[in-house]
């Protein structure tokens, strides 16, 4: 008998029908004596519809607001989810973030768990509740709703995992697994049995977002036990674990991200401190940059180009436009019809192979590469966008991640 943490995604609590069937997963537990935390997120695409709704009304609104809105679509998932318990004559008691007692930053829209004030969910546990917490929200210093970040439910179950000492985290969604690609753009790939913290919060920062990338930051440093398994198939899924339990292999998975727009500051003069002077800008703007590229010097110029997430393209255009003065560029070009495909895999630190048999794959089907950046677990190229998909198709079939059945 443990304390679990479950946490159901969008798809798996959509409709009536797929709320009785997670009502049946959670009573399971519960009917085997565990206690049992519940994290939900909004139902179906609640939170898109939400944001669609917010740009109706304004094109801008203030980040405030637009979390005011957004934890809305939670709060309907909890309640719906605890009458569906209800129903069938469990107990069980829905709470908000506020009401489970996280708290977080002020960064509205992103926002960082701080604390967890475990009492009132503990309390509802001795009374033989199954208690069903709003994921991706929290409360900050001033008395607002903040939210965590798109996909942030499951750092909410993660971070209640953690402080709750659970003996288990299981993120339940509408794949049965951590793949060697998206299953939805790769049709062979295959399901891994095991994962390392690394590698996923690899995985998880270039772009799969079957976990978000904090969550995976967090399991690891509190070592909390993480599993990601299907809302609706009853077979074992992936173990998200550490290193040295998880075999070493050369690449563990491909993975695509298309929130990318590079930026081309050309024509800079070549001197001492121009980089600095550009990235102290977009830093002080919390404007973060990913992969940067500069020319060689020529005519006493050079070229600076570098990626940004596409939300932050305008605001980086216009800093950088308006402090023109200091930079001196000729031309700034920008465009956001890229997207970055990345390997990952803990095995490639020990092998230089790996980024020329990317490059092959790529070059096999003439898709151009326009920028490189690699670490010890991942290499990624910047591509156009229309050839994401291909390239990451390519590049699993070059590393034969297709036969890695693990089950
Ligand atoms: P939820 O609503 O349950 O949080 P998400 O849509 O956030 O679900 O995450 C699940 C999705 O992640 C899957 O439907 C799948 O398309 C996508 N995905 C991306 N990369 C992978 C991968 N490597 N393995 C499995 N799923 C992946
Ligand atoms: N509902 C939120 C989103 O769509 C949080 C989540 O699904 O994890 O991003
Ligand atoms: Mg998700």
Known sequence: ??????????????????????????????????????????QGNTTDELIRKAKEVNLNPSKRELDMLLS????????????????????VISLTGYQAGITSDSSYGSARIKNIDTERIFRELDRKNIVVVAGFQAWNKFDD????????SDTTAVALAAALKADLCE???????IYTADPRIVKNACKLKDIS?????????LGANVLHNRSVEMAKKYNVKLVVKSSFKKVPGTNVKEVGSVEKMLVRGVTRDNDVARIAVMGIEDK????????????????????ILQSIGR???????????????????????????VYGAKEIKSSSEYSKVSIVGAGMVNNAGAASMMFEALFESDINIHMITT?????SVLVDAHDAERAVNVIHEKFRLGEMNQY
């Open 1 to 42: 008998m443990g304390l679990i943490v479950r946490k159901f995604g969008g798809t798996s609590v959509a409709d009536p029908e797929k709320l009785s069937i997670v009502a049946g997963r959670i009573s399971d537990a519960y009917k085997e004596g565990h206690s049992v935390v519940v994290v939900v997120s909004a």
């Open 72 to 91: 809305t679509g939670e709060q309907i998932s909890i309640s719906l989810l605890a009458m569906a318990l209800e129903k069938e004559g469990y107990p």
């Open 145 to 152: 709703i903040t939210t965590l970040g798109r996909g942030g």
């Open 171 to 177: 993120i339940y969604t509408d794949v049965d697994g």
């Open 197 to 205: 913290y690394d590698e996923m919060l690899e995985l998880a920062s």
């Open 272 to 291: 001492p401190g121009m980089a600095f002077k550009l990235f102290s800008m977009l830093s002080k703007e919390k404007i973060n940059v990913d992969i």
């Open 299 to 325: 005519d006493e110029t050079k070229d600076i180009s570098f990626t940004v997430s596409k939300n932050n393209l305008d605001k980086a255009l216009d800093l950088i436009k308006n402090n023109n003065s």
């Open 375 to 379: 670490s010890e677990i991942k290499i």
